[in-house]
């Protein structure tokens, strides 16, 4: 039982928490089953605090009650919450009570400080009395109950109060605000309105933003085909196409930029490549990222790309291998096992293993076996190792004979009974087509 007045003067949001543990611990030790008929209701003739808390809170129901009475005639700091909660009971009778006693206490200045709890056990699948009695007070709380720390509630706060917030509000809100989904909410609802298109446009959601601009013309549309965000630019690119433009000739006019380079992948041809691959030593990450994400699509086969498999940039680094996944011809084996080398980057490691393991089976284990020395990549190695390990006896293949010689001689430095199962997955192999 924690001390009651520094648990009061904390995050009020903790009584459901601790709701919740009082009755999980009182089902895990059985004591309410000493709870029947009238004993259940005997809390004393002077409950302590303590005692009045954890009864308010008991897996019986006869005991929530009997506290639920006794709170109603109470004033200490958890009255009200554990009222609150009871509020919500599961127990017709519990939650009458409760919510009798509880509406004589919830003045302005206590429905202020229960907010952020009100809001909690709104999402209790009881009735709707809770989300009512929120509803009903939001005017006079707005302020408050719009910066509320819980996510849930503030997102449906923020789309309760579309209707009692003025225009220059929302628009701040939708322009501003840390939470997208907020800002899609008050967004939308001045796009519902058509109001401030062109600022949210420039300022709101991404969702938005992509709303804003099927509101405007085609001009609009050609101006943002470069937009960072990708929702903006493929609404452009299908605005533009519906006008009958096409989105890849417009690119191919701009100033390069990373927009540009991405919608270039984006909408682009074959003949396109060249221009996608001299940015590919840009000195940006960024660019040389988006210009191999480009070629994935416009030029699969582009050699070009490889080298960018040992960037400096990680970021650049994962694209390169999306971009090789499946195709051997363009990097082979000895090269992606000359980059497992422990004197070379992480991420450089940690790509070439990547790709090693897409290769086949078998490979895929001998990788994982030379990669358990390795500091960095170990733990990765050792969970796909025994993932490996189970598939392989599903395979129907068998290793060539040096890659055999490879994983028997790995094997030793491997636990017993791991090398064990190898040792007989390869034996069992040898019989395989």
């Known amino acids: ?60 129901g006869h005991m929530r009650e009997a506290a639920v009475e006794r709170l109603a005639t109470r004033s200490d700091p958890e009255a009200l919450p554990l009222l609150l909660i009871r509020c919500v009971d599961w127990v017709r009778p519990v939650r009458e009570a409760a919510r009798a006693a509880v509406v004589s206490k919830l003045d302005t200045s206590a429905l202020r400080a229960m907010l952020p709890l009100i809001g909690v056990l709104r999402r209790r699948q009881v009735d709707d009395w809770m989300t009512t009695l929120f509803r009903a007070n939001l005017p006079d709380l707005l302020d408050t109950a719009l910066t509320l720390d819980d996510r849930e509630t503030r997102r449906w706060v923020h789309a309760e109060a579309i209707g009692l917030l003025p225009r220059e509000r929302l628009l701040a809100v ?84 990373f927009g540009v380079l991405a919608g270039l992948g984006e909408t682009g041809t074959a003949t396109d490549a060249p221009a996608l691959e001299r940015h590919l030593a840009d000195e940006r990450p960024r660019i040389r990222r988006v210009a191999v994400r480009g070629l994935r699509r416009v030029a699969p086969e582009s050699a070009a790309v490889r080298p960018l498999l040992t960037d400096p940039s990680p970021a650049v680094t994962r694209e390169v291998v999306e971009f090789l996944r499946g195709k051997p011809a363009l990097v082979d084996v000895p090269a992606l096992r000359a980059l497992l080398d422990p004197a070379r980057p992480v991420h450089t490691r940690r790509a070439a293993a990547t790709l090693l393991r897409d290769r086949d089976t078998w490979l895929r284990l001998h990788t994982n076996l030379t990669l358990l020395s390795d500091p960095d990549l170990s733990a990765d190695a050792e969970q796909d190792l025994h993932a490996c390990h189970q598939h392989i006896a599903g395979v129907y293949t068998k290793p060539s004979a040096e890659l055999r010689r490879a994983i028997e001689a790995a094997c030793a430095s491997v636990d017993p009974d791991l090398a064990r199962g190898i040792r007989f997955l390869l034996s069992s192999a040898r019989y395989r087509a």
């Open 1 to 60: 039982m924690p001390d009651l007045d520094a648990f009061a003067a904390g995050d009020v949001r903790r009584w459901a928490d601790f709701d919740v543990a009082v009755r999980r611990a009182s089902w895990t030790n059985q004591q309410w089953y000493r709870f029947r008929g009238h004993e259940s209701r005997d809390l004393g003739r002077k409950p302590s605090r303590e005692v009045l808390a954890e009864a308010a809170c008991h897996g019986n």
């Open 174 to 257: 939708a322009s501003t605000d840390s939470d997208f989904v907020v800002r899609a909410i008050c967004g939308n609802a001045l796009l519902d309105r058509g109001e401030c298109v062109e600022d949210l446009l420039a300022a709101g959601a991404p969702k938005v933003r992509m709303r804003a601009l099927t509101l405007l013309g085609t001009d609009v549309a050609v101006a943002h085909l470069a937009d960072r965000s990708s929702a903006v630019r493929s609404m452009a690119q299908v605005l533009v196409l519906k006008a009958g433009g096409d989105p890849a000739v417009h690119y191919r006019a701009m100033p390069v930029s």
